[in-house]
Nanobody
């Protein structure tokens, strides 16, 4: 079992930055890939970024590439999503997810554990 708790969301103006955190407990964090997803009002949940177990590889959705940075600290059982140059279209509930195993996936159905989400609102 892995329990995930997101924090760091809030209201920010367009062009601003936020750093989301994901605190993990349960299994050793080095045993799972960690992903971030988001769901905007009236839309389906979508992939944002993923980082492998070791932190050696990352992958981003085209919509956030160059603006968002995913990272993790396995010693602290923490994951992070640094969001720069935020746009109103980034407004959504952001979820942290864990996928057991080696492969980092962009399909949400491949993830085993989810946090409750944290709201990010970007004003224009």
């Amino acid at each position: 079992q892995v329990q995930l708790v997101e924090s760091g969301g809030g209201l920010v103006q367009a062009g601003g930055s936020l750093r989301l955190s994901c605190a993990a407990s349960g299994r050793t964090s080095s045993t799972y890939a960690m992903g971030w997803f988001r769901q905007a009002p009236g839309k389906e949940r979508e992939f944002v970024a993923v980082i492998t177990r070791s932190g050696g590889s990352t992958y981003y959705a085209d919509s956030v590439k160059g603006r968002f940075t995913i990272s993790r600290d396995n010693a602290k059982n923490m994951g992070y999503l640094l969001m720069n140059s935020l746009k109103p279209e980034d407004t959504a509930v952001y979820y942290c997810a864990a996928r057991l195993g080696v492969r980092a996936a962009i399909d949400e159905t491949e993830y085993d554990y989810w946090g409750q989400g944290t709201q990010v609102t970007v004003s224009s």
